[in-house]
Structures are given as C-alpha cells and as structure tokens.
C-alpha cells in the first residue's frame, strides 16, 4: 500500500476539488465536502456573558438577551435554510435540563440560538454545542 503525502490539493481550474468518498459497506460514494459540519461552536456563559470556549467558522457571538444568542458564521451558506443541531447543557434550580429553541432570527450569516428551562423562560445554559452543514457560499 502506498501513502500519498502533501500540504496542498487544488483543483486543475484552480478552485477545490471534487472529492468521492466510499461508504463504509462500498455500495456507494458521497461527496466529502457535503459530508462535513460547515460551522461548529463550544458556547458557554460567566457572569452573564457569552463566551466562544472554541469553534470553527465562527466571526462573533452576541449575547442578545439572557437566554438569547446569535453565532455569526465566518463565511456564509448558500441559503437561509441549512441543518442546524444544537446540544446543550446546563440544569435549573429544579435539577431539569435546559432545552433550545433556535432559529427564531436566522439567515445564511447567522443563526440564532434560545435557550429556555423548564418553566419556558429564558436561561443561561452553562454550556451549547451547535453545528451546522450545508453548502457554505
């Protein structure tokens, strides 16, 4: 078997590359770039306050309201309609967990994110994990 070592792949026209991936049975290919989370954050709170404890294509977050945040994307999709999942973490006063409601202000640049507890008032969650996939612009 042979390893093909390189720091750079580009396109012949200078653009990407389309790339085919085989699926673990081998029936099928499916593009690679289809396949991958396009946007990614690690989203907590202190004090109040919105923090980016660590992402991929993320520009800024705001802290709209308590319970409320917008993450923007680096670079934007295609469209306002992309996959959207969101996990989050955190327990009230009660011992129930948080849930999200998002997309409430959402575009092809951002995303906005609700968090609510059990009562459905807002709520700082501790920590939220969100990912989108799509076709980036």
Not at 109 to 125: H, V
């Amino acid at each position: 078997m042979s390893t093909l070592k390189v720091n750079t792949i580009q396109g012949l026209d200078g653009d990407g590359i389309t790339a085919k991936v085989t699926t673990e049975g081998g029936a099928s290919t499916t593009s690679l770039a289809q396949g991958l989370t396009k946007t990614w954050i690690c989203l907590g709170t202190d004090g109040g306050n919105a923090i980016d404890r660590d992402s991929f294509n993320v520009s800024t977050i705001d802290d709209d309201a308590q319970g409320v945040f917008t993450v923007h994307h680096t670079n934007n999709f295609v469209a306002t309609f992309y996959s959207k999942t969101t996990a989050p973490f955190g327990t009230t006063s009660t011992g129930n967990m948080v849930q999200v409601i998002q997309y409430q202000d959402h575009s092809a640049s951002q995303a906005e994110l609700n968090a609510i507890d059990e009562g459905n008032s807002a709520y700082d969650m501790t920590s939220l994990g969100f990912q989108a996939a799509g076709d980036l612009a």
